[in-house]
């Protein structure tokens, strides 16, 4: 049961992770900053996706 239990507070870990990384919303930036060490490669790595993508949307405002 408490393996079932993590599998889903990793889904719901992940599935975060990509919502944040399509909203722009950079003051999420601190709450994704600690996922990329998360022992899940699901979650870790849309950490990873998520970041990239707000700090593109950094980049591209500072462009303009």
Known sequence: RQRQM??????V????????GCSGDTSLIPLLMP???HP???VSTHAAWA???LQE???FLSEL
């Open 40 to 42: 899940s490669p699901a």
């Open 35 to 37: 996922l990329l060490h």
């Open 6 to 11: 993590c599998k889903e507070t990793d889904r």
């Open 13 to 20: 870990l992940s599935q975060s992770c990509l919502l944040a």
């Open 57 to 59: 949307g950094i980049s």
């Open 51 to 53: 970041l990239s993508r």
